[in-house]
């Protein structure tokens, strides 16, 4: 029988977020093609984290010393191994940072190619259409997997809507890979967090948030007054971070800061995932842009397209004469 | 120390994205050309290092004609020589396929560290540089802000998630994918762009490396993405617009 195997990642022996939407993928895709559902998680069989996944019909603990911490090499080699042994039609990741460390290696090693940060999964007929985004999400492209089994992808955060997983009585099969010591070539270190944070933006209630849209640092102030008028902080995407124009305390994304305040304003932002994932919490988006195929304006309530240069200082004036 | 920087020729970030009449790509006949922006921060890491431990840095890349462009200007900034895989149906290839290509034309090269960037802006896959390092059979890390040398090999830091970091001990020779930020570019000199047309440049065709060009993923069509969400769009002059805002802000969003 064909099976759909969905990897996922844990955080302290639970299955993440971005895992479960990747298992509601799989489970989609299982439905659609007659095919059996198994799972595979790196941590000890008897974990809580595994009884929450008996929606699948098999799972797997895939369990060895050398996988207590992540690296590209251990993760490769067991994954591979665990996928002979199954040999599913597809393979289904989620798409986070430490998937795309080691998923395209993994794909590689089996021959085939990742479909990575897949957004849309269609099937019609025996046949997988995968969307993805390209050009930052101003264009989609539709793939599909060619010659032999598996279909690797990997699904974006927020892509799939991660269900609450009815628990029937699966049994956990512990897997243990052969893994050999000499074979891991790096030596990762303790994940660690830059310097204490100087502002609080997940607390803030309004922020006006700028991008590359700005285009020079000394333009700031123009960003800067509109969010004094507002009583807002000051929040950025990652090209203003990158140049040093503003504190990376201050980078609102997936490498940033997590926000979800009353009022995000966009300022010359063209809304790429990595930002988005970062603020699409937010009660309301209002998103000033030249461009009016933006895809920050996908997830805005209001949008203003025009200039900023001209929208920025009108809206500071209005917003100064509205408060009196 | 030896470094072989990948950089891809991308078109520029502004660039009007209007659909080819084949459905499979964008329309690239008034487009501008660019480097990938992580490339070029990986291009400015190589450079670095080279300054401070001497060795030589070597600039790849594939595509058509125009590509040499960009090979140019890594030159002009201080890369030493480049390797151009020519090709003018590089899209035919999958991420696959294109390492296939990469990893032949610096099969004899014996460098220490291979830098690339950590995606592409227009296909964003993020995959060229890890794929390169299976074939290659050198570990690799990708997401890396810094490269220090140590005594046994490298030592580099690592983006993890919502502000999170780790440094990873590698040895060497191994592939990284770098990540932007961690320092601000540098630009080409006069001086730098002169000395560049004296430097070697190697193209090598496409057609002439022999590595198995068969795909195992294809791209099949483009779309622009449907609009999920109606925005409410505020019109009129900036002043209109902007009266138009308050008056949300106030009355519905209620933060005023
Ligand atoms: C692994 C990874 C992690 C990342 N982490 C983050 C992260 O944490 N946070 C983050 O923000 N990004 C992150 N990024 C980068 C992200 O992919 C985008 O590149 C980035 O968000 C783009 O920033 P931007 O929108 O400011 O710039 P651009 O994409 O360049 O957009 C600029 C926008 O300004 C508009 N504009 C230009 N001029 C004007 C004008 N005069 N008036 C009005 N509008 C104008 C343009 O139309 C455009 O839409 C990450 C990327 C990767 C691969």
């Avoid at chain 1, 977020?17 to 595979?40: N, P």
């Avoid at chain 1, 997983?165 to 030596?187: C, E, G």
């Avoid at chain 1, 990652?238 to 140049?243: L, T």
């Avoid at chain 2, 993405?225 to 308050?246: D, F, H, I, N």
């Amino acid at each position: 029988m064909n099976t759909v195997l969905v990897f996922l990642e844990a955080k302290s022996g639970e299955p993440t977020r971005i895992s479960l939407e990747a298992l509601a993928a799989g489970a989609q895709m299982a439905a659609a093609t007659g095919a059996e559902l198994a799972v595979a998680m790196v941590g000890a069989a008897t974990g809580a984290g595994f009884e929450m996944l008996g929606a699948a019909r098999q799972v797997f603990a895939i369990e060895d010393p050398l996988l207590s911490e992540y690296t590209a090499d251990g993760f490769t080699a067991s994954y591979a191994q665990l996928i002979e042994q199954v040999k599913p039609e597809f393979v289904v990741l989620p798409h986070t940072y430490q998937v795309r460390d080691f998923a395209p290696r993994l794909a590689t090693r089996l021959g085939r190619v990742l479909i990575s940060d897949v957004t849309g999964i269609a099937m019609d007929a025996g046949k997988v259409t995968l969307t993805r985004q390209l050009f930052q999400g101003k264009l989609n492209g539709h793939y599909h997997a060619v010659a032999h089994a598996p279909t690797l992808l990997s699904v974006q955060a927020g892509a799939f809507r991660a269900e609450a997983a009815t628990v029937t009585q699966a049994s956990v099969t512990t897997f243990t890979p052969n893994l050999d010591a000499a074979s891991i070539r790096t030596k990762p270190g303790e994940p660690f967090r830059a310097a204490a944070q100087t502002v609080d933006l997940a607390s803030a209630p309004l922020l006006v948030s700028v991008g590359r849209g700005i285009k020079d640092e000394a333009n700031l102030p123009l960003v800067k007054e509109l969010a004094e008028a507002l009583g807002a902080e000051l929040a950025a995407s990652r090209p203003i971070c990158d140049a040093g124009w503003l504190p990376m305390e201050r980078q609102v994304g997936s490498s940033g800061q997590t926000v979800a305040p009353k009022l995000y304003l966009a300022v010359g932002i063209s809304g790429a995932i990595q930002h988005l994932v970062g603020m699409k919490g937010s009660q309301c988006v209002v998103a000033i842009n030249k461009d009016e195929n933006a895809p920050i304006f996908e997830i805005a309530d209001y949008g203003i397209v025009g200039d900023l240069f001209e929208v920025v200082p009108a809206l500071t004036a209005a917003v100064r004469k509205a408060k009196g | 120390m030896k470094i072989i920087v990948a950089i891809k020729q991308v078109p520029e970030r502004d660039a009007r994205i209007r659909i080819d009449s084949a459905g499979k790509w964008i329309a690239l006949d008034e487009i501008e050309f660019r480097m990938n922006e992580s490339d070029a921060y990986a291009l400015e890491e190589a450079l670095l290092l080279k300054e401070a431990h001497g060795g030589e840095v070597v600039v790849l890349s594939a595509g058509p004609e125009r590509v040499g462009q960009t090979i140019r200007e890594a030159l002009a900034k201080g890369a030493d020589r480049g390797i151009h895989i020519a090709s003018d149906k590089l899209g035919e290839y999958d991420a696959l396929g294109v390492a296939r290509l990469m990893a032949a034309a610096i099969a004899d090269e014996q460098a220490d560290l291979i830098l690339t960037g950590l995606q592409s802006d227009d296909l964003g896959l993020g995959q060229t540089g890890v794929i390169l390092a299976e074939l290659l059979g050198i570990p690799h890390s990708s997401l890396i802000l810094k490269i220090e040398k140590t005594e046994a090999g490298i030592r580099v830091l690592r983006e993890l998630e919502d502000g999170w970091f780790q440094h990873i001990e590698m040895t060497t020779p191994a592939l990284l994918t770098i990540q932007s930020g961690n320092t601000r570019l540098r630009y080409a000199t006069l001086m730098g762009i002169k000395k560049a047309r004296s430097k070697e440049l190697r193209v090598v065709e496409a057609d002439a490396i022999s590595v198995d060009a068969a795909r195992c993923v294809s791209l099949d069509s483009v779309a622009l993405p449907s609009r999920q969400k109606t925005t409410q769009m505020l019109t009129g002059t900036p002043a209109e617009a902007a009266a138009a805002l308050v008056e949300k802000l106030q009355q519905e969003v209620r933060v005023l």
